[in-house]
C-alpha cells in the first residue's frame, strides 16, 4: 500500500460506502472481495458489512493478463478509519443513496380505452404499466405468441416457407426475440431498474442487475415473455395475437379507434403505436391517413463471422478462460472524403447468423445469441451509414423502398432464401477461400458487389483494413461475409411532440424503435414507460 495513502485519516461512522476499480485477477474468486477491500482501506474483512457488487466488468486492455472490474458498496463498522487519500482521489466515496422514481399507478377516475399496437419491448411496457394504472388496456399483435411463432421461425430456418406474419421480424416479442437480448443502452433514466426488476421477475438472470454489458440470450427471453405474458393478462390486459392494425379512425384530428384485419372496428381513447422497424404496411397506411412522418437515416451492410476462438484470442490474447465470457468486440471507422461512417453494431459472441426476411422473395440477416454464448462462431454486423439524400426521392416511405430494392436484389429466386456470402480475402480480393456460415439452412456463394449499393460495398472494403490495424488477426480466410444486414433501424420516423403525440393526430402516441425513437430493447422498453408517463399526465 502507498504510504499516501494511509496519510490524514478520517473517521465516519455507520456509512455506506461505494468503491470503483476493484480488479479481481482471473485466479481469484468473488468471496475474496472483502478482503481485497479491507487491504486496500487497511481495515480488518470482518469491519465491512453487506458488501454488494453493484457493476461488474472486463478489463482487456493487456492482452494475456485480462482482469474482472468491480465497483462495490459496503457498510463500515462504527469507528473505522479509512485512508482519506483514497477518498479523494475519486475511487472512493459516500453511497448516494438512490431515491426510487416509480410511475404514477394511481387508478384514475376517469380511466382510458387505449389500444396499444405491437408486442415487441415498447408496446409490452407500456401495456404493462398502462393496465396497472387502471386504464382499459388491448394489447395487438400481429404475429403469433412467442411458442408458435419459433415453431414457424425453425421451420423457415429449416428450408420451409416463410411465414409472412409470424418470423423473426413479427410476432410476441419483437425482433430482439431472435437476437442477442442486449440490455445495454446510452440512456439513462430511472425507468431501468424497473425495466430490469421486470426481466428478473419474469426468469432473467439476476446477474443483469450488475453487468456492464448485460445480456439475456435468445433461449431465455423467450421463457421470459411468456411469464410477461402471464404478468400483463394478471393486471387485465386484452392480448389479441394474429390482429394486424389495417387503419385508424380519425374523426376532426383525434383518435376514435382502429381498424384490424381489414374489417373489425374496435373504439378507442388512445392508440399507442409500438410497431416494429419493419412494419412497413403500416407505415404506408399512416402515410395514407396523413400522419406526419419523416426520412430517417439507418445502416446498411453484412454480418462477418469468425471463429469464436479467434476473437477470444484477438480480444484476450489467450483462449476463452472459464471466467471470461465470449469475448466481444466494437469497431468503427469514419471515411473523411465521403462523410460515412462504417461501424460493427449489435456484436453476437458465440452465436449464429440467422434468416430474418419478413416479406417474400427477399433476403434479410441478423445475428442471434443464446444465454451460455457458447456456439463456435462469433458475428457482427458491418454496416455503412445510409443517409436520406441517398434514398432518391422526398417521399417520406422513400427510406423503406431503398432497403427493400437491395432484399430483393439479393434473393436468388425460384424460392431459394439462401443469402449470398464471401470469404473476406476474396471480398478484399486477397485471395480465394471458401464460406463457412452458421447461417440456416445455408448459404450461397456469390461476390457481394452484386448485392451492395456501390458506396457500402466500397465503404466496407476501406474499412476492414482499418479495422485490421485495431484487431490483428480480423482479416482472415477464416471469416466469411453475409449479406444482406438491412434492418438496423427504422428508416422512417413517426414525428410526436414533446408529448409524445403524434403531430397531427391527438391520441396518437408512436413509441419505441418503428416510430424512430429507439435502438434495442432497453431504449424501447424505456420509450413505451415514458408514454405511459404522458398518458398519465395527461390525466391529471
Known sequence: MCQELILGLKQHMNQRWKLAEVPLSLAQSEHGLSQIVADLLQIRASDIGNLTIVRRGIDARRKGRVLRVYTLEFDLAPDVQIPQQLE???????????????????????TKKIIVVGMGPAGLFAALELARSGHDVTLLERGAPVEQRTTDVETFWRGGPLNTESNVQFGEGGAGTFSDGKLTTRVKHPFSALVLDTFIACGAPED??????PHIGTDVLRNVLVHLRGKLRGVGVNIRYHTR??????????????????SEHIHCDAV??????????????????GIALEQKPFAMGVRVEHPTELINSIQYGATLHPQLPAAEYALSWNDSASGRGVYSFCMCPGGEVVLSSSEE?????????????????SNSALVVSVNPEDFGSADPLAGVEFQRFWEQKSFAGNGDYRPPAQNMLSFLQRGSAGVSSSCRPSVREEELRKYLPPFVYNGLQQALPQFERKMKGFITAEASLIALESRTSAPVRILRSAQMESLNCSGLYPVGEGAGYAGGIMSAALDGLKVVQAINAAQV
Request: zero cysteines; a positive charge; charged letters at 25%.
Open 88 to 110: 479523494k482521489n475519486g475511487r472512493l466515496r459516500l453511497a448516494q443513496q438512490e431515491q426510487a422514481v416509480g410511475l404514477s399507478l394511481q387508478r384514475y377516475s376517469a
Open 272 to 289: 399507442v403505436l409500438a410497431i416494429g422497424h419493419s412494419a412497413r404496411d403500416t407505415y404506408t397506411m399512416l402515410h395514407r391517413r
Open 361 to 377: 422473395n427477399s433476403i434479410v440477416v441478423n445475428g442471434m445469441s443464446r444465454s451460455k454464448r457458447d456456439a463456435q462462431r
Open 208 to 213: 443483469i442487475r450488475i453487468d456492464a454489458k
Open 245 to 262: 392494425l389495417t387503419d385508424l379512425n380519425i374523426e376532426n384530428g383525434a383518435i376514435r379507434g382502429v381498424v384490424v384485419n381489414a
